[in-house]
């Protein structure tokens, strides 16, 4: 029978109502829902119909949660065979999920399948003669670290090997409770080879207060300041740049110097000219040298 299938007709019952205890479980969790948004609850109500149904949700359970959430029926059924946590079939009193994805593999799931098959003698898709384990083979539940590990109902039993599975299915059978997690004992998802890091404290304690005595103690006292020298005023710079050196004054007259009329300083180069040349009366021609080149014959 495939669990993520609805039970036969001849499987599913006829009615089903939540305890009272549940009807009042049921409306705290619809309270944490804004007014209106009542359908947001079909999960968590689903899980506690389940919860209340043998670990198993008939078609009759999901009827009644709809009416509860005044949701159409169609929807619920949507929700319900969408996830594989929601068994529409009859399942044994331990569900036992086992992980068989590459890590847990790797690490040794054929040998948890293995132990469970010699134990309960039943193999993933099967529920065990006396009705006391179902046997499913799943994807990843994400302890890889700790793997190879298994799922029964709501606990994880992690680093496992053959004989450690075949010993926690012997306690299940004397209904006794299993140590939850690791089964070597290590912390969470710690190295094997031990912690390297906060050796002197015990994983989970907490460090206790110092009493407000011990813990407060008396400040040291502050030296006075001492008073702030008084500013001294800069010297200039010295500076290696002519441009840098020139006295106020004469920066003050290159301005008027460059605003001269354009003509004054064109005269001035003609009379320079004017004074370093000589005339030829009119039979030779001025140079700039002062000499005259001789004139042409007629």
């Excluded at 389940?50 to 670990?55: A, D, I, K, P, V």
Aim: hydrophobic share 35%; net charge neutral.
């Amino acid at each position: 029978m495939s669990f993520g299938e609805p039970a036969p007709e001849g499987v599913q019952p006829d009615h089903f109502e939540f305890t009272p205890e549940n009807v009042e479980r049921a409306r705290q969790i619809i309270a944490k829902y804004p007014p209106g948004k009542q359908y947001s609850a079909v999960l968590p109500l689903l899980d506690l119909a389940q919860r209340q149904h043998g670990n198993w949700l008939p078609r009759a359970a999901m009827d009644h949660v709809a009416g509860f959430l005044e949701m159409p029926r169609i929807r619920v059924y949507e929700v319900a065979s969408f996830y594989t946590m929601l068994n529409k079939a009859p399942v044994g009193r331990h569900l036992v999920q086992v992980c068989t994805t590459t890590p847990c593999w790797l690490c040794g799931s054929d040998d948890i399948l293995r132990a469970i098959r010699d134990k309960t003698g039943t193999t993933p898709g099967h529920t065990s003669g006396d009705g006391e384990f179902t046997v499913m083979e799943v994807e990843c539940l994400g302890a890889c670290v700790n793997a190879p590990m298994v799922q029964v109902n709501d606990d994880y039993y992690e680093d496992l090997d053959y004989d450690r599975m075949c010993g926690i299915i012997d306690m299940l059978k004397r209904g006794e409770k299993p140590v939850v997690g690791s089964q070597v004992g290590r912390m969470g998802s710690q190295a094997l080879g031990g912690p390297t890091s906060l050796l002197g404290e015990r994983p989970g304690a907490k460090k206790k207060a110092a009493p407000a005595e011990e813990a407060a103690e008396p400040a040291a006292p502050i030296p006075a300041a001492k008073p702030a020298a008084a500013p001294q005023p800069e010297e200039p710079a010295l500076s290696t740049s002519p441009i840098e050196r020139r006295t106020p004054s004469a920066a003050a007259e290159e301005p008027a110097a460059e605003a001269e009329p354009a003509r004054k300083r064109t005269r001035t180069r003609r009379t320079t000219g004017a004074k370093t040349g000589t005339k030829t009366g009119g039979t030779g021609k001025t140079t700039r040298s002062g000499k005259s080149s001789p004139a042409k014959k007629e």
